[in-house]
């Protein structure tokens, strides 16, 4: 893969040697995540932040990554602050915004409207979430992040059995990390939810045609190799209305005893975030925050090596960043 000047809109561009050389520059991104060296390689440089859907981590570790390269962070948040909301085109949008930034993130509401807004571009666009459908850097750091724990635990990707629990439907993480998954060998999927937020049967193709195994499960009963537990929130703001998505928050809680019930004690817990923390959606209790195999404020950690990776790779500087050392 090619990724200087390219957008990175999903993850379907990605072949494992190209996910192993965005690896190899993240884990080359620790030091300076960390403050003990610092990097200009981005001086001058601006980075166009647009978030038209909330966002916590995915826009604030954007603009910290592109920061801590050394360059500058426009951003416009919210749908009704832009001038979308006067009627203006995606394409109208982008070509105007790409004259004053080197790079932009997008998140927005609607799949498929980073790769159209990308048409408009003339700088690369990274896509931080595009409705249902993909959410591609987050996939990256997540895959990133299984890396890390399995190596912890002596083992690899290869082989890995996950177990996916929630909004499978809506959940676009589940999406795009599926979908990257399918480029490793023998991931056996167990997929755990209420058959209305399934999989979709596109996601379970794809891990058919890679030679994969699932099962499929409606309730969160026996137990559970599994390496990993992703556990994820139901997606209300994808439904039709309050009172359908309630139907399903709580559905699926994750607690310190429903995880010693189910899984084995090295399985390790990751969740994309926000979880929800309202007592009658709370799919990922507290009482797990001093469990040593949560994993999930390592993925956000991670999530800043991996962006700024993506930038150094997709602005061509990845060899002379320390170069740029100050
Ligand atoms: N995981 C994730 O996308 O979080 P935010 O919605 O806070 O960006």
């Given amino acids: 893969m090619k990724f200087e000047g390219s957008h990175i809109l999903s993850v379907n561009q990605f072949d494992r040697d190209s996910i ?33 859907e909330p966002s916590t981590r995915t826009r604030v570790s954007f603009g910290t990554a592109f920061n801590l390269l050394g360059g500058e962070v ?47 571009s003339r700088v690369p666009v990274i896509n931080g979430g595009d409705g249902a459908n993909e959410h591609p850097t987050q996939a990256l750091l997540d895959l990133y992040t ?11 990707i290869d082989g890995l059995h996950i177990a996916m629990i929630g909004d499978l439907k809506y959940g676009r993480t589940v999406h795009s990390l599926s979908k990257l998954l399918c480029l490793f060998k023998n991931v056996r999927f167990t997929l755990i939810s209420p058959k209305e937020l399934a999989m979709p049967d596109a996601i379970l193709s794809s891990i058919e045609n890679a030679g994969h195994s699932y099962t499929i499960s409606e309730t969160l009963e026996g137990n559970f190799d599994a390496d990993i ?15 359908e998505a309630n139907l399903y928050r709580g559905k699926f809680r994750l607690n310190q005893q429903i995880y010693t019930k189910h899984f084995q004690s090295k399985t390790v817990i990751m ?23 949560l994993a999930i404020f390592r993925q956000t950690d991670n999530g800043v090596l991996v962006r700024m990776a993506l930038f150094a790779l997709t602005l061509g500087v990845e060899s002379i960043i320390s170069k740029f050392d100050k």
Wanted: negative net charge; contains cysteine.
């Fill in 20 to 52: 192993e050389h965005v690896f190899h520059v993240a884990n080359q991104m620790a030091p300076y995540a960390k403050r003990q060296k610092r990097t200009t390689v981005l001086d001058g440089a601006i980075l166009g932040n647009l978030f038209f």
């Fill in 146 to 156: 299984i890396q890390k724990e399995l190596q912890y635990h002596g083992g690899n």
């Fill in 271 to 293: 969740h994309p975030l926000p979880r929800d923390s309202r007592v009658e959606a709370n799919e990922l209790d507290n009482d797990l925050n001093m469990n040593p195999n």
């Fill in 74 to 120: 426009r951003e416009t948040t919210g749908m009704s602050n832009s001038a979308l909301a006067k009627g203006e085109s995606l394409y109208d949008t982008a070509r105007v915004l790409s004259g004053y930034s080197d790079i932009i993130t997008m998140r927005h509401p609607d799949s498929g409207s980073v790769a159209e807004f990308a048409l408009g």
């Fill in 229 to 243: 537990c992703y556990q994820t929130r139901v997606q209300e703001e994808r439904f039709g209305s309050q009172e």
